[in-house]
C-alpha cells in the first residue's frame, strides 16, 4: 500500500466501493443479508490489511466506515456482525500491543473506533457472531502458526478478543443475557476474572463501568449456580 497521491486516492475509493457494497440493496436478490454480511467481514479485512501494510490512516478511514454501517438499524443482524467485526478488530490490536508487533500503532482514535457499541446484550450477540462464524468471516486465520506436521494450529486472538469484550461492555450498560447453559457461565466466568481487582477487589477506584459489570456478571453467576437440577453448575459439578 504505498505510491503516489494517485493510488492513496485509489485505496480510499476502494473502501467506499466495500461500502457501498455492504449497503447495496437488490430488490431482486434471494438474501439480501449476503451482500451486507459479505461486505461488512470486507470491511473488516480492509483494516487488518491496512495496518498490515503499516498504513494506520487508511485503517482508521476504513474502521470509521465499518462503525457507521447500519447504524439505523441498531438492532438488526447486519449490526451485530459489524459489531462482531469491531470486537475481532479491537481484540487483534491488543493482540499487536501485547505482542510488540511492529503493525501496532498506539493511536487512541483508531482504538476507540473499533470499541463495540450498543448495549450489554448487543455486545454479547455479537461475541455470539463472533464464535458462531460466518461464510465471509476471516479472522480464525489471523495469527496462527503452522505445526511440524503441516497442520494449521488455532488462532492466537479469542483471548484478547475476551479482553476487547470486556472494555466494551465496561463502556456500556443494560442487562446481560441469562446464563442458561455452562457454555454461557463458563464464558461469564472468564470475563469476570478480566476485571481488574475482582477477586479480591485491589483497588477501590475501579472503573465505575468495570464495576457495574461486574456486579451483573456475579449475579449472572450467582443465579447459574443457584438454579435447580441440571441447570447449575453445582450440579454439573457434582
Same mark, same amino acid.
Request: proline share 5%; hydrophobic share 35%.
Given at each position: ?13 476502494? %473502501? ?30 480492509? !483494516?487488518?490489511? @491496512? ?7 487508511? @485503517?482508521?478511514?476504513?474502521?470509521? $466506515? ?14 451485530? =456482525? ?5 470486537? !475481532?478488530?479491537? /481484540? ?30 448487543? %455486545? ?18 489471523? =495469527? ?16 484478547? %478478543? ?26 461469564? =466466568?472468564?470475563?469476570?476474572?478480566? %476485571?481488574?481487582?475482582? $477477586? ?14 461486574? $456486579?451483573?456478571? $456475579?449475579? =449472572? ?7 435447580? /437440577?441440571?441447570? /447449575? ?6
Amino acid at each position: 500500500m504505498h505510491g503516489g497521491p494517485e493510488f492513496d486516492a485509489l485505496l480510499v475509493r476502494i %473502501i467506499g466501493c466495500v461500502r457501498d457494497l455492504a449497503v447495496y440493496r437488490d430488490a431482486s436478490a434471494a438474501d439480501p443479508q449476503v451482500f451486507r454480511s459479505r461486505g461488512t467481514w470486507a470491511m473488516v479485512e480492509l !483494516v487488518k490489511l @491496512a495496518l498490515d501494510a503499516n498504513r494506520p490512516d487508511l @485503517a482508521k478511514i476504513a474502521a470509521e $466506515e465499518l462503525r457507521r454501517l447500519f447504524e439505523r438499524q441498531p438492532d438488526g443482524s447486519a449490526r451485530a =456482525e459489524v459489531r462482531a467485526g469491531l470486537l !475481532v478488530l479491537s /481484540g487483534w490490536l491488543r493482540y499487536l500491543s501485547d505482542t510488540d508487533d511492529e503493525r501496532y500503532t498506539a493511536d487512541a482514535g483508531l482504538a476507540a473506533t473499533l470499541t463495540s457499541d450498543g448495549s450489554w446484550r448487543d %455486545i454479547c450477540a455479537a461475541r455470539d457472531v463472533v464464535e458462531g462464524g460466518t461464510p465471509f468471516s476471516r479472522w480464525d486465520r489471523w =495469527e496462527t502458526n503452522g505445526s511440524n506436521s503441516g497442520t494449521v494450529e488455532s488462532s492466537a486472538l479469542p483471548g484478547f %478478543i475476551d479482553r476487547a469484550q470486556v472494555t466494551a461492555l465496561a463502556s456500556s450498560s443494560g442487562r446481560l443475557p441469562t446464563a442458561t447453559d455452562q457454555e454461557t457461565a463458563s464464558h461469564y =466466568e472468564r470475563l469476570l476474572r478480566l %476485571i481488574p481487582g475482582a $477477586e479480591p477487589r485491589a483497588d477501590p477506584g475501579t472503573d465505575e463501568g468495570e464495576d457495574s459489570l461486574r $456486579e451483573g456478571l $456475579e449475579a =449472572e453467576l450467582d443465579r447459574w449456580d443457584a438454579a435447580p /437440577g441440571e441447570t /447449575g453448575s453445582s450440579a454439573s459439578d457434582g
